[in-house]
């Protein structure tokens, strides 16, 4: 686990700079320099690329992570994989184009009454599916190889900093808004050109054409194993992406708007998992090749419990705070509507990571055709609870879609793991990372607050970052993160 926790600290690090960028471009740069509907646009042309992306990829990423262990024996054989998976990668995404032309009509049907400029971005949204399958297999080939810096570094500071630096180029007319979505594209591109380029550089990257010297059975266990990987991608882009698009037709780009800027706040609770699920992703996989069960059942519940308190704290920061947010942002009044929905989407997400490391275990095992399943379930229940609430609740169904999904689908993932494997991620610890989560919160709720939106922000951050170090110190729910704040209180000791 010590190079998981290693490289986990450093993609942190980039994470949390990631979310300063993040957090400065989607509450201060397009609220200030887009108008509502161009940045809901812009958010939803995003989003139905990513949603557009697996059926394109057909399982390559994670195929490529499940593999290349085998492979990794010498520079030639490994060439001789990832070669493949390049091409194999080449017609997958012409067989999608080909199908895509069957339906797309149907499905643009559905922004035509309140958010017809999308079908104008047909092309445009084709085109980043594209560059975001390829951006998947290079940084699933990081991974394998248990490197998530790089990667991590290009998806969260390059490619956040160089839409901020767009939207400032559009504000002051240097660009049109049709070339400043052109140009997102194209930051993507340039994103996988860099992600390729260094992999040369570093010379961990090699081409053997000799595919065909790679063995049938092989090959048919690989196809077979995309497929259904395949509806596990679709299935967490559908549970994680389709409200946007669902906002957007029910009501318009606008709201959309409003929508990303809560979700966005609520997202950034679960940005401790992201960089646990990384390194932990390769680490399962490779455990299972070598049958090594009892070091996947340690990161299930090191996962759980760690995800829990470090989710927990960030969730309080962001919930305690949100006024302060609000009241700092560009047109804040605007945007505030989405106050309830930021709640909501956090607890969804806090629920996500109390439930560990499940879908990568799952996947990575002899069980990842059950995979499909709960996939097909969680699809038909997300887009049902949208189609039921948003018409009914608005902006708040929408987030109570994704946190009922989430529950649903991890709780299912868990009672499988458990009947399958005989682990679960949860113990006494749980309850006690809940405890603090829930004592902080409302201990915060008696604390006297001050006018200044920024002032208050930064005094409300202090006293809760005090009080849940001292809930932890007392309740030590986590080996791993006691390790950690140790030297610290060892410090004020002497």
């Keep these: 686990m010590g190079i998981v926790i290693k490289q986990s600290a450093y993609a942190s690090v980039i994470n949390y700079i990631g979310v300063a960028i993040g957090a400065f471009t ?18 939803v042309v995003i989003s139905m690329a990513i949603i557009l992306s697996p059926f394109a ?11 290349f262990p085998r492979f990794n024996t010498s ?23 080909l199908l895509f032309q069957l339906v797309d009509d149907w499905v643009f049907s ?16 084709i085109s980043l ?11 699933a080939y990081y991974k394998a190889q248990l490197n998530v810096i790089i990667p991590t570094f290009m998806r969260e500071i390059f490619l956040k900093a160089s839409s901020g630096i767009l939207a400032l180029l559009y504000f002051f007319d240097i660009i049109s808004f049709e070339w400043f979505l052109k140009y997102i594209v194209i ?16 010379k961990q ?7 065909f010297q790679l063995k049938k059975p092989f090959v048919k266990e690989m196809l077979k194993y995309m497929v259904f990987i395949m509806a596990g991608a679709v299935g967490s882009v559908i549970v994680f992406q389709i409200d946007q698009l669902m906002v957007t037709g029910f009501m318009g780009t606008s709201y959309n708007a409003i929508y990303v800027i809560a979700f966005f706040m609520g997202t950034v609770i679960e940005i401790p998992r992201r960089s646990i699920s990384q390194m932990s992703d390769a680490i399962i996989a490779n455990a299972f ?8 059942k340690k990161i299930y519940k090191q996962s759980s419990i760690n995800q829990l308190i470090l989710g927990g704290f960030v969730f309080i920061l962001v919930v305690i705070n949100l006024d302060n947010i609000y009241a700092i942002m560009p047109k804040g009044d605007d945007y505030i509507d989405g106050k309830l929905v930021a709640v909501v989407i956090g607890i969804s997400k806090l629920i996500l990571m109390a439930f560990g490391v499940n879908s990568e275990i799952i996947i990575s095992s002899k069980y990842y055709k059950s995979n499909i399943y709960f996939v097909l379930i969680l699809a038909a229940l997300t887009v049902l609870f949208n189609a039921i609430l948003i018409p009914e609740f608005g902006l708040i169904g929408a987030a109570l879609a994704t946190l009922f999904s989430i529950f649903l689908y991890n709780l299912m993932k868990m009672i499988f793991i458990y009947h399958k494997l005989h682990f679960q991620p949860f113990s006494i610890h749980t309850v006690s990372a809940i405890a603090i989560t829930v004592i902080s919160f409302v201990i915060l709720n008696y604390i006297p607050q001050f006018e200044d939106g920024i002032l208050n922000a930064i005094y409300l951050s202090v006293i809760a970052s005090i009080i849940f170090g001292l809930l932890m110190l007392i309740f030590k729910p986590s080996k791993e993160i006691d390790t950690i704040i140790k030297p610290i209180k060892d410090k004020f000791k002497s």
């Design 26 to 43: 989607t509450m201060i740069v397009f609220p200030k320099f887009l108008t509502q509907e161009e940045f809901g646009l812009f958010r």
């Design 57 to 67: 990829q057909l399982g390559l990423p994670r195929s490529t992570l499940r593999y």
């Design 75 to 97: 520079p030639k054989a490994a060439g001789r994989f990832f070669t493949f998976v390049l091409i194999l990668g080449f017609f997958t995404i012409l067989l999608f184009i």
């Design 110 to 125: 559905f922004f035509q009454k309140n958010a017809s400029d999308l079908v104008h971005q047909y092309w445009l949204i």
């Design 129 to 139: 599916a594209v560059i975001l399958v390829y951006i998947s297999i290079i940084e």
């Design 187 to 202: 930051s993507y591109a340039v994103s996988l050109v860099v992600l390729v380029v260094i992999l040369l550089l570093k």
């Design 205 to 211: 990257l090699h081409f053997n054409f000799s595919i």
């Design 289 to 296: 090749e070598n049958e090594r069960i009892d070091e996947v």
